[in-house]
């Protein structure tokens, strides 16, 4: 029994792994490379995911693009406090950013609003791990937003990306992220593991 138990924690610290590693890449390379959703929606129910919660019109709403739409899904799966902490602790994350780096980082108009892009890493994370993103539109939204913080970064504004998405007929230009910021994501999801 405790060789079997063994054998179940260390695969589940292996998908972890996994996934940190593939989260490094996204920041270390702005480059997005495939991964296992079903390793993926593992390790974000370790972390305290619900995608067992998901009905049929939470489903249909992670399928969306704006925070917005896709507020019900993500909700369902992570919970009020979880979403709620997560967009408090981006706020940290900014100012953590501006004092540490001395880049202001961009507002969203006519919000004011510079965490969106943080907000939408966790909904687009949230939708691919369900599968109701798939690869292509997953690794579009995570790179564009990822290099669009890159370029911002090294002072190359007019660089940045701009992408089709449902909610708009003209190409909009992607709310942005440090490159740092997925691998933060991912350890503040990570240290929420023992509260659930």
Known sequence: ????????KDTTEQKQAMVDSWIKGISGKQEVGEMNTKVLREVLTSYGANFENLNEESKESLKGYSEKERGMGVRAVWGDEIVDNYKQWTKEF????????????PELKPSG??????????FDLTSYASGEYDFETYKT???GRVKNG??????RKNERIRVSVPTSNEPILL???????PIAANAFLLQLKPLR
């Open 1 to 8: 029994m405790t060789d079997e138990r063994q054998i179940n």
């Open 94 to 105: 900014i100012e953590n950013y501006e004092s540490k780096t001395g880049i202001i980082l």
């Open 113 to 122: 609003r510079k965490n969106s892009g943080m907000i939408q890493f966790l």
């Open 141 to 143: 939204y995570t790179e």
């Open 150 to 155: 890159v370029a911002w970064s090294e002072g």
């Open 175 to 181: 709310s942005s992220i440090p490159k740092e910021f």
